[in-house]
C-alpha cells in the first residue's frame, strides 16, 4: 500500500536528515514523482500527507491537475522543449530543469507575455555527461550574470540527476560537487540559492546527507511504472 512505502520513505527522509552536516535549518520536501500514475494513485498520496507532485509529460499533467483539488503542488521535472513553455508555465509552481540560457530567455520571454514570475532550478550536468542536458559548472558560472539580469525568472536553486551508479555512495561527489557549486555562486555573484533538487528513488538518502531540499521519489512510493503515458479515457471519474 502507499501508506506503508510512504512511511519506510518519510522515516529514511527524517533519519538521513538528523544524520546530515548541511541540512541544518533546511526543510526536505518530498516530490512524489507522479508521471504515468494515474489520478486515483495521486489522490491515495495526497490523502497520506503527500502534496507535491512531479510530471515530465505536459498534456498528461494537464489532464490530471484539471482533475484534482486544487491542494496538490505540481513541479515540472522534465526537460522542457521551447514549444512547450507557453502551456507548462501556469501549471506548475517550480521547473526543475532549466537546462541553458537559450531555454531561460525563452520561459523569460513568455512569461513577460503572460505576466508569470515563475520559480526555477538550473540544471547542472556535474558529471560532464554527454548524453544529459544540463549546464556545465564552467558554462553557468560564465553565463549566471546573464541569466540573473532576465526579470521575470525566479531562480531558487540547482538541479542535478548523476550518472546510474552501482551503489547509492558512488553518487555521494556528485552531489557534493552541486552544493559546492551552489556555495560558490552564491558568494560570487551575492545569490540566496537555497534548493538543491538532487537524490532520487535509489540516492536519495546520500542526497539528503550532502544537502539536498528536495527529492525527486517515484518507483519506491508508487511502484513500478508501466510506462506509457496516463490517459484520462484509462480512468472513471473521480466524481463519482
Known sequence: M????????SDKIKAARERSLHSAGREVRLVAVSKTHPPESILEALECG??????????????KIQRLPSR??????????????RQ?????????????L?????????????????????????AGEETKFGFSPAVLRAQM???????????????????????PEDSRKHFVALRHLRGELESEFALTLPELSMGMSDDFEVAIEEGATLVRIGTAL?????????????TDSLDD
Open 102 to 126: 537559450a531555454i531561460a530567455k525563452d520561459i523569460d520571454r513568455i512569461a513577460s507575455e503572460l505576466g508569470l514570475f515563475p520559480k526555477i532550478l538550473l540544471e547542472v550536468n556535474v
Open 145 to 167: 550574470e546573464e541569466i540573473r539580469k532576465l526579470a521575470r525568472l525566479q531562480i531558487e536553486g540547482l538541479m542535478t540527476i548523476p550518472p546510474p551508479a552501482p551503489t
Open 50 to 63: 503527500v502534496n507535491v507532485f512531479g510530471e515530465n509529460r505536459l498534456q498528461e499533467a494537464k489532464a
Open 2 to 9: 502507499f501508506a506503508d512505502r510512504f512511511k519506510i520513505i
Open 222 to 234: 508508487f511502484g513500478s511504472r508501466s510506462g506509457k503515458t496516463w490517459r484520462p479515457e484509462e
Open 88 to 100: 507548462a508555465l501556469p501549471l506548475f509552481e517550480l521547473i526543475h530543469g532549466v537546462d541553458s
Open 72 to 85: 496538490c503542488h505540481w513541479h515540472f521535472i522534465g526537460h522542457l522543449q521551447k514549444n512547450k513553455i
